[in-house]
């Protein structure tokens, strides 16, 4: 019987030490998690980087986006946004409201620079604002709201993740999409993106790309959101891994997977429209530069219908002939070849408007 009540004791002996050293445990990361939290070590969550009127964006297939407020730019050319005023949502319009009002059709034009309007100082006459009020002097039986969702620098991939992210809430009739001759191009930015993630540390970097993987595993991504210091050890953890293993975030591997950013903006778009019902329109926004009727860019244009011929219920209109036939060059209507100037956003609302009026007097 003696050896029985030794072990007994041992077992008895052995308790109140793994509770004092789960107490202890717990103590000392409870100190750690108020160190992290009072020394705030990098990395961070990614909200707040700022360059020129940017902000590098929690969502890594945007990049970065529009900061609300004015840009604090002197004049110091077209593309500088000097004078652009921003709203909470991100956007160069006036300040969007969520509820659609009854008897109302509502279109979002996304796009870049073109769409955002760089060189055109009031924002009322981008062709978003001015398509609004031509299809309001049409109509009676409908109110035509158009909200300009345009930014700068944005390929097509982009533009359709803005829709997904930030334009579903408005709940969109319509989706126009502004295409230019370069969307076709990963980096068409002119280095915003490069130079918002130079204000961040690799462990940054990683916290951007790891968002493109949410694992499922619950309960780490409830510690990543509730625990700065598990948040902290885990990305410095993942940090190590990139610097030894090579795997630091790059968008071409991570979010386009070797496709280009029109095939896969409209593949999201089609997947879009039919779990949404709302109609696109894609509008080819030529180069203002042929002469005497010689247009270099035809073959990106074809490009760009092969790609949406994918799609049926996607309508493409391409605008070169129009502007064509108004002038044989492409002088008067731009700033520098690409960016339309205020007469050249006139005219891109006069000619958008014949296609989308008749969908405002439909009843469906």
């Known amino acids: 019987m003696a050896p029985e009540t030794t072990l007994t004791a041992s077992g008895v002996h052995w308790g109140p030490k793994l509770i004092l050293l789960l107490v202890s445990l717990a103590v000392v990361l409870g100190m750690a998690e108020i160190a992290v939290r009072v020394i705030n070590p990098p990395p ?57 009002p009854a008897h109302t059709f509502r279109i979002l034009a996304l796009g870049d620079s073109v769409t955002a309007g760089n060189g055109v100082e009031d924002y009322t006459k981008t062709y978003p604002k001015r398509l609004e009020r031509l299809l ?44 230019v001759i370069n969307d076709f191009d990963e980096a068409i930015d002119g280095g915003v993106y490069a130079n918002l993630l130079g204000q961040v540390g690799r462990a940054e970097q990683q916290v951007l790309s790891d968002t493109l993987n949410r694992s499922s595993w619950r309960i780490k991504n409830y510690l990543l959101g509730k625990s700065r210091l598990f948040f902290f050890m885990y990305y410095r953890t993942r940090g190590l891994q990139s610097t030894f293993r090579g795997n630091a975030f790059n968008y071409q591997r991570d979010v386009l997977k070797a496709h280009n950013p029109v095939e896969s903006g409209l593949e999201l778009l089609n997947r879009l429209q039919q779990e949404r019902g709302f109609k696109v329109v894609i509008f080819l926004i030529p180069a203002f530069d042929w002469q005497d009727g010689e247009y270099k860019y035809t073959g990106i244009h074809d490009k760009l219908k092969q790609v949406a011929a994918r799609y049926p219920d996607f309508v493409v209109i391409d605008l070169l002939p129009a502007f064509m036939a108004i002038n044989k060059n492409g002088d008067g209507f731009t700033y520098d070849g690409l960016h339309p100037n205020e007469a050249g956003h006139r005219k891109l609302a006069e000619l958008m408007t014949p296609y989308i009026r008749p969908m405002l007097s439909r009843k469906d």
């Open 136 to 179: 309001n002097q049409e109509i009676s039986n409908r109110t035509a709201e158009v909200f300009n969702m345009g930014v700068g620098g944005y390929h097509t991939l982009q533009e359709v993740e803005t829709l997904r992210e930030a334009g579903l809430p408005f709940t969109p009739d319509l989706v126009t999409v502004g295409f």
């Open 44 to 100: 961070h969550v990614l909200r707040h980087v700022n360059v020129a009127g940017y902000r590098l964006s929690s969502n890594p297939i945007r990049k970065y986006e529009y900061t609300p407020g004015r840009f604090d730019i002197g004049a110091g050319g077209f593309d500088d946004h000097s004078n652009f005023l921003i709203n909470r949502d991100g956007f160069r319009d006036h300040e969007f409201v969520l509820a659609k």
